[in-house]
């Protein structure tokens, strides 16, 4: 998971241009469209532990809130940058107006390596961004989540520095926090629930019994975590899972050709998703190069981890009977990787609506804190199913009405409703 010479922002706009240019979308629209309404770029000087001073580079970034406020998750990641949130700023508009709820798209980023810093600077950094963009977030005007490397602690540390300035109560300032706190319950496990009632939902069109398949999943953080219980629990079975191993700085893929025990393998990894490898290999598991995810015989792969994965490079090593690609990730996939896909005719669960579970979650977080009254995991989950289940049908009809690929069919439906958005307004 090292980063590439892909710039996620370029892939970003290559993906958009080509749809605008299909769907015919109006020149100030289009130009409107495809770049953020606003970015703050700024660095949070942080306390150390040793009583030195380290300053790290922030980035909050708004691409559209035509539909409503921003929403989107703050990545901490050694390798931000502002392309990146950038792109991924983008994607979240899309992802809210695919699964049509009423949100914009914004992203957040820190440039910085959580595994370094202590409980205290965590904290710190946390309540640092929060003063940094305290008067750019809010209930009605950006409401930040969590993402890679990111959790509900760090949300309540932003949300109290965030209520200290602005005096009050705001649970709806940010989501996924923890339960009893505002959380919502199901909010843990929504976005990889959300991949795997997509996937359901696939394989039944593609007449495919969920039981009879086997699949290879990139990332054992969050999302590719609950995707690979639930997978598991429709009895499909994971026979391999490639993770980053922060000792050793490099990716492993754990295999087991008759199937992983997703909850013995939940057991033996920390918080970030490195696995144990000598435990590892008490549970019988084969440890290979990081890349070999891709290389397994399966019929589903599932990258969960980072942008920018599936490569024209690496695609050459996906095996001929992989029929369905799953993106848990935002931009795991490069434009000229799509082209190999389509030719292929391998079917496609485009990002942004695969994972939209979360933002979903996240969006029933705000109504619950807004009613002040929570529902249970139960309805929780079931009106997240119906949402994602809806939302992925009217993806496949219109693919299949005009025979087109999965991801341009998404982009099609969302832009046209962020573009609706924008005219109604009288933006453009
Ligand atoms: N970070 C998640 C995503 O990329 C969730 C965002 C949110 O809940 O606002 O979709």
Known sequence: ??????????????????????????????????????????????????????????FRIVHNDARGPAKGGIRFHPHETADTVRALSMWMTWKC????????????????????????????????????????????IDVPAPDVMTNGQHMLWIMDEFEAIAGGRYPGVITGKPIGMGGSLGRKEATGYGVIYVLREALKKLNIDISKTTASIQGFGNVAEYAARLYSLMGGRIIALSTWDEHDKKAYTFRKKDGLDIEKMVEIKDSFGTIDKKKAADLGCDILDGGEWLSQDVDIIMPCALENQLTPEVFTKISDNVKVICEGANGPTTPDCDKLIKEKGIFIIPDFLCNAGGVTCSYFEQVQCNMNYFWTKEEVLEKLDTKMTQAFNAVYDLAEDKRLYMRDAAYVIAINRVAEAVKLRGWV
């Not at 090292?2 to 996620?8: T, W």
């Not at 241009?17 to 469209?33: F, K, S, T, W």
């Not at 309540?127 to 008067?135: K, L």
Request: charged share 25%; with cysteine; net charge positive.
């Open 1 to 58: 998971m090292k980063p590439n010479s892909y710039n996620p922002y370029v892939s970003a706009q290559t993906q958009f241009d080509n749809v605008a240019a299909m769907i015919n979308l109006e020149p100030g629209v289009r130009e409107l469209l495809r770049q953020p309404l606003r970015e703050i770029h700024f660095t949070i000087p942080v306390k150390m532990d040793d009583g030195s001073t380290k300053v790290f580079k922030g």
């Open 97 to 140: 107006a695919v699964v049509d709820i009423p949100l914009g798209g914004g992203k957040g980023g820190v440039i910085c390596d959580p595994h370094n810093l202590s409980k205290g600077e965590q904290e710190r950094l946390c309540r640092g961004f929060a003063r940094r963009v305290a008067q750019n977030i809010g209930p009605v």
